[in-house]
């Protein structure tokens, strides 16, 4: 087994890789305890209990309160821990954030069925490191996160 795999039990295969995928997006990937307590910029968090909160000047006109692996902004974290009933911002609790912002995108049926440019595309308005995300930040290759995904589906093999 590889070092990225999302900490939810019971989730499928594919959804597993998709998670791994958006941390390789947002280049949480194997750092911290993988990437689930990172904040922007590559600093780490260590209490689980609540998101961190940090704004991040990132470059002159660019802020953000992105944290764990999947990046998250305080705002959403918070609107989502109380929408799905979540104590915490532990690694299972950011799982269930990332595939709730999946779900709202309407990309988890692609997810599931394998259709990963598709859900790719359709949440790329949720993380800015994928391709056309529009939000001036590096933006990855498709065909990058393409690899990506199989690779962690390998892993979870």
């Avoid at 939810?8 to 597993?16: A, D, E, K, V």
């Avoid at 280049?27 to 909160?53: E, L, M, Q, R």
């Avoid at 944290?67 to 911002?89: E, N, S, T």
């Avoid at 990506?148 to 892993?155: C, I, L, P, V």
Wanted: with cysteine; net charge positive.
């Amino acid at each position: 087994m590889g070092e990225n795999v999302a900490r939810l039990s019971g989730i499928s295969r594919n959804l597993s890789a998709f998670l791994d995928m958006i941390a390789v997006s947002e280049g949480t990937a194997g750092k911290g305890d993988d990437g689930y307590n990172v904040i922007v910029g590559f600093t780490t968090f260590h209490d689980y209990s609540k998101h961190p909160k940090i704004l991040v000047r990132l470059k002159p006109g660019l802020k953000s309160t992105a944290a764990g692996r999947y990046q998250v902004l305080y705002k959403y974290a918070i609107a989502y821990q109380k929408m799905l009933g979540l104590k915490d911002f532990s690694p299972e609790s950011q799982d269930r954030i990332a595939i709730q912002m999946i779900r709202e995108q309407r990309g988890l049926e692609d997810v599931e069925a394998g259709r990963i440019r598709a859900a790719i595309a359709k949440c790329a308005n949720i993380w800015a490191s994928f391709p056309g995300a529009g939000y001036g930040q590096h933006e990855n290759r498709l065909d990058r996160l393409l690899v990506a995904f199989k690779n962690a589906q390998r892993d979870t093999a």
